[in-house]
């Protein structure tokens, strides 16, 4: 089983909880990756919360 499935199973009755966790995580990233190379941080968006968003999860 996939990470994102794993994340799906255990929020499944939370998507708010799931966005807010995945949110989170993508600050942290971000945060850590203009540290790296502040010149160019790239959109985090759809890694982190686009594919949860999206309804049909295929």
Do not use: T
Request: aromatic share 6%.
């Amino acid at each position: 089983m996939s990470a994102r499935s794993r994340l799906l199973v255990e929020y499944r009755k939370d998507r708010l909880g799931l966005l807010l966790h995945l949110g989170g995580l993508m600050v942290q990233a971000r945060d850590q990756l203009a540290q790296l190379n502040p010149d160019h941080v790239p959109d985090l968006y759809d890694r982190f919360l686009g594919w949860a968003r999206r309804r049909d999860r295929r």
